[in-house]
């Protein structure tokens, strides 16, 4: 199993930047893929951006892709989401995730607000 622990949120204007720290312990996240997901108020939990257990390879939501990056240094066992240009619509709760063996994300952060002024 991993342990997740996220960090980096905070209160933010429109047009700036954050960058969310994904903390991995236990097994070496470097065994997993991992993604991040977002929950905005009264909304449901929807996905963000995902990347490949070497980092090689990396996927993003429509809605994020060209604004956000997702990077990873397994030495540190640690997964970033670089997040540039930020909108209101940004606003949520973000958590990192694990894909584990059974192919879905088994294993969840306790999730980091982030909250975008206008």
């Known amino acids: 199993q991993v342990q997740l622990v996220e960090s980096g949120g905070g209160l933010v204007q429109a047009g700036g930047s954050l960058r969310l720290s994904c903390a991995a312990s236990?097994?070496?996240?470097?065994?997993?893929?991992m993604g991040w997901f977002r929950q905005a108020p009264g909304k449901e939990r929807v996905f963000v951006a995902t990347i490949n257990r070497s980092g090689g390879s990396t996927g993003y939501a429509d809605s994020v892709k060209g604004r956000f990056t997702i990077s990873r240094d397994n030495a540190k066992n640690t997964v970033y989401l670089q997040m540039n240009s930020l909108k209101p619509e940004d606003t949520a709760v973000y958590y990192c995730a694990a894909r584990g063996a059974s192919g879905g994300y088994d294993f969840w952060g306790q999730g980091t607000h982030v909250t975008v002024s206008s």
């Open positions: 236990g097994r070496t996240s470097s065994s997993y893929a």
